[in-house]
Every structure is written in structure tokens, then in C-alpha cells.
């Protein structure tokens, strides 16, 4: 067989033209670890924000706590923003191996490979349409939910794999001391910087912190748009709520949506089904005993922002209407197509006593882009779920 220094391979390629000693299989697992930790919190992150969105009857979601949905999508976007430079430092780890020559020794290496090859598209796929997501820019013609809701499956799915794979090398490379030099025993620290210091390179530990640094910036310059004592670091955040007088930023216009004639429409009723259903004009509605609840907007962006929303009770208004208790309603809106036109209420959000057909926010009359004149607003639930402009409340 061919030897290291006949390879066949492009010459750049080689395995020996990356020397560099920071690559050793202690820091590709650290680094492995902490990525497999983040794709699990992201993957499980996700799959709550899936099934809020794609209830199933047998794991009905609470609504409680109302701020749930919050921090498990604030931890998801966070979280997967700071992969981004987990996930490139690790396939520099790696990438001298992408070129070895060849290709596949064995059966099972070809497989480790092609598996291993299906784990860095799939993730790179996530971390990256999640962030065109996040930036409003559709530049596919797929729809990003349910490809990035597929492809999590792939991405789980291979690192199961992987582990079943490379376990015993993991599991070796974490338990090894650090390197030590035949003679006399040295900390890996010195060993690494030498070794930097002959090659000009970063020591495994300058590494680590670097990428460490790297994840924390991300956060940093993000979290804000969660955190409020944070929103002067929002810098990467796309929506700003400071040029809002209510604090909260607006995904989509009235005019976007096309609503506004309809909206302000002096005509305009709430239709509500059931079997003693009927049609409420705002006049009806602000004869209602009228709510005030404390809760936030959740967007599936990450950011979120609390407000004071005023309005009348769901419950009250499908109790009136003599609907039955156990039974789930969709909020139709005003605007005719548009993904978020509608959306399903399960019982547990349709009678949870914070639930409003919202008509005010911070004391004053709900300006259109928030909804006017009639919006849903439900506690523990992704923003794409509060439907604005509401025209009917439907009984499914
Ligand atoms: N009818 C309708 N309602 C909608 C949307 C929409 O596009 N159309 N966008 C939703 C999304 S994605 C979010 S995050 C919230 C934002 O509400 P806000 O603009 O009042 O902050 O409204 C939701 N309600
Ligand atoms: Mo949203």
C-alpha cells in the first residue's frame, strides 16, 4: 500500500501539511463535548418550540409558566449562535482528516466517515439557515421551519452515530492526561506553548479561550434583545423595541400584512363561535369586564419583551358564547394568507385565566402594527401563535 509520503492526494491537502499540535484528540473531544452538549439543548429547545406550534393531543403543552416560552426560545437562539464558533473550531480540529488519502481504509471507516461528513452538513445547515431565519432572509424556496425541524433529526441521528463510533477514542482522548515528554514529566501547558512558540501558533489553551471568548461575544451582543437590563448590547439583535414607545419590537406591519382598511373599518366585529356564537362590534367588547395582564411576546427569533395588555378574557367571551370547556379554538385574523393568519388555541391556553382578546397595551388603545383593533395574547407561547387583527374566534 501506499505510504504517508506517496499519497496520491493534492499536496496541500496531505496529512502532514497541518503539523500544527494544538489538534490533539484531548481538545477534539473537549471541544466535541461541549457541541454535543449545545446541539441537545438546541435540539430540545426546538422541539418545544415544534410542538407549541404542532400540538399533539397525547403531550398536551401547559400554560404555565407564562414565561416559559421565553427562556426555552431566548436558550435556543442564544445557544445556537454561540455554536457558530464552537462549530468552526472544531471542524478546523478536524479538517486535516477531510483530506486523508484514502479515502476509506475499511467498510466501517467509509462509514464513520460518511457519517461524520452527514453531522458537519447537517449542523452547518441549522447554524446557518437559523441565521438567515433570524435576519429575514429567505434566500431558499423551502420553508424554513420544517427544514430546519427535519434536519435536526438528521443532525441527532448522526451523532448518535457518531458516539456509537468514535466512543472508545473519546473516552480515552478525555481521560488521558495531559501530554508529557518521555523523559521528564511536563504540564501540557508549557509542552503547548513550545511547541506554539516554534510554530507561531496558538496554544490549545489560547484555543480554547478563544473560542470561548468567541461563544460569550455572540451572546453578548444578542442576549439583549431577552434581557432587558442587556438591550444596550443588542447590537446583532434584529429588531430594536428603543424607538418604540411600548417596548416592543413589530415583526410584520399593517400594511405588510394588508389589513389596514379592514382594521380600521368602522365596521369591524368579532365573530365568535359556539353554539349561542355571535358577533361582537368594539363597543360590545369594551362593555366587557375588562383584564390587565403582565405578559411577554416570545418571538421564535429569541427576542422577547414584556407588556401590560388590557382587554377582555377569552374564557369569558367562549363561556358567553357557550362554549365547551374542553374545546380548542383558532383565531382567525383580519389578513387573508400570510403564515400566521391564524392560530390554534388548545384548552389549557383557551381558559387560562391570563388569555386575552387584547385591546389595549400599556393603558392606550393597540396601535395597528400591534394588532388593532382586536389581538390575542396568551401566556407560555411562541409570538407566531399571537395572532393580530383578530376577525373570529373559530370552535374546531
Ligand atoms: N395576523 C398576524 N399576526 C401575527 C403575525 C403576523 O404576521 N400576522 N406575526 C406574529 C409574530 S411572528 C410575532 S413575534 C408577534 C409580534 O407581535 P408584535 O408585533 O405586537 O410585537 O405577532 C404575531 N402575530
Ligand atoms: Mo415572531
Avoid at 400570510?338 to 391556553?349: H, K
Wanted: hydrophobic share 50%; proline share 7%.
Amino acid at each position: 500500500m501506499t505510504g504517508v509520503h506517496d499519497r496520491p492526494s493534492l499536496p496541500m491537502f496531505a496529512v502532514d501539511a497541518f503539523p500544527s499540535r494544538v489538534r490533539s484528540e484531548r481538545l477534539v473531544a473537549r471541544l466535541g463535548s461541549a457541541l454535543g452538549i449545545a446541539i441537545t439543548v438546541c435540539f430540545l429547545t426546538g422541539l418545544v418550540s415544534h410542538l407549541h406550534q404542532h400540538p399533539v393531543t397525547w403531550l398536551p403543552l401547559p400554560a404555565d409558566p407564562v414565561w416559559g416560552y421565553r427562556v426555552t426560545q431566548g436558550v435556543h437562539v442564544a445557544l445556537g449562535l454561540a455554536t457558530i464558533p464552537l462549530f468552526a473550531v472544531k471542524m478546523w480540529s478536524v479538517y486535516p482528516h477531510l483530506f486523508a488519502w484514502p479515502p476509506s481504509k475499511s467498510l466501517v471507516h467509509g462509514l464513520e466517515r460518511l457519517s461524520i461528513g452527514l453531522l458537519a452538513a447537517a449542523t452547518g445547515f441549522e447554524l446557518i439557515t437559523g441565521v438567515f431565519n433570524l435576519a429575514h432572509l429567505y434566500l431558499w424556496s423551502f420553508l424554513f421551519p420544517v427544514a430546519h425541524y427535519a434536519m435536526a433529526w438528521v443532525v441527532v441521528g448522526s451523532v448518535i452515530i457518531h458516539l456509537a463510533i468514535k466512543w472508545p477514542v473519546i473516552v480515552t482522548a478525555l481521560r488521558r492526561e495531559p501530554v508529557a515528554s518521555a523523559d521528564a514529566p511536563v504540564d501540557e501547558t508549557t509542552v503547548d506553548a513550545e511547541v506554539a512558540a516554534v510554530e507561531g501558533a496558538i496554544t490549545r489553551r489560547g484555543l480554547l479561550l478563544a473560542v470561548a471568548g468567541g461563544a460569550a461575544a455572540v451572546t453578548v451582543v444578542t442576549v439583549g434583545q431577552t434581557l432587558r437590563p442587556f438591550g444596550w448590547s443588542g447590537l446583532l439583535a434584529p429588531r430594536s423595541p428603543a424607538d418604540l414607545p411600548s417596548g416592543i419590537p413589530i415583526n410584520r406591519t399593517a400594511s405588510d400584512a394588508g389589513v389596514v382598511s379592514r382594521a380600521e373599518a368602522s365596521d369591524y366585529s368579532l365573530t365568535v363561535g359556539g353554539p349561542r356564537g355571535r358577533a361582537f362590534t368594539l363597543a360590545d367588547l369594551r362593555a366587557l369586564e375588562q383584564m390587565e395582564v403582565e405578559l411577554p411576546i416570545a418571538c421564535v427569533e429569541g427576542w422577547s419583551a414584556t407588556g401590560i395588555w388590557g382587554g377582555v378574557r377569552l374564557r369569558d367571551l367562549l363561556d358567553l358564547c357557550g362554549v365547551d370547556e374542553g374545546a380548542t379554538v383558532r383565531t382567525v385574523s383580519l389578513e387573508s394568507d400570510g403564515l400566521y393568519a391564524s392560530a390554534e388555541v388548545q384548552p389549557a391556553f383557551a381558559r387560562h385565566s391570563d388569555t386575552l382578546l387584547a385591546l389595549r397595551l400599556g393603558g392606550e388603545t393597540l396601535t395597528i402594527d400591534h394588532g388593532y383593533p382586536v389581538r390575542l395574547i396568551a401566556p407560555n407561547r411562541p409570538g407566531v401563535l399571537q395572532t393580530k387583527w383578530v376577525s373570529r374566534v373559530e370552535v374546531l
